[in-house]
Nanobody, 120 residues
């Protein structure tokens, strides 16, 4: 089992940037299985960025061109760089691994998440 811990959230003004980090521990972790999800207030959790098995990346339309998923600086970490943030990006952000390229069901238990609030 893999344990996940997200960090880096906070309050940012519209147009600002944040970099989130996800640290994984335990056996079975693979960088190129990872993705970032978010859950806006009162809404369902959604997958916004992911690595594909071949190492390419894929993004939800709402964040494409603004968010970038990448390997983190430390071992077993994944980052999400978020630029040009908008109020509708406000959500709790989580990392996890979608079980397949067509099924976003998370492979592991959720971590605590990190709150991102975009507001002036």
């Amino acid at each position: 089992q893999v344990q996940l811990v997200e960090s880096g959230g906070g309050l940012v003004q519209p147009g600002g940037s944040l970099r989130l980090s996800c640290t994984a521990s335990g056996s079975g972790f693979s960088l190129y299985l990872m993705g970032w999800y978010r859950q806006p207030p009162g809404k369902q959790r959604e997958l916004v960025a992911r690595f594909n098995p071949g190492g390419s990346t894929r993004y939800a339309d709402a964040v494409n061109g603004r968010f970038t998923i990448s390997r983190g600086d430390a071992r077993n970490t994944v980052s999400l760089l978020m630029n040009n943030l908008r109020p509708d990006d406000t959500a709790v952000y989580y990392c996890n691994s979608p079980v397949s390229s067509t099924d976003i069901t998370p492979r592991w238990s959720w971590g605590p998440g990190t709150q991102v609030t975009v507001s002036s």
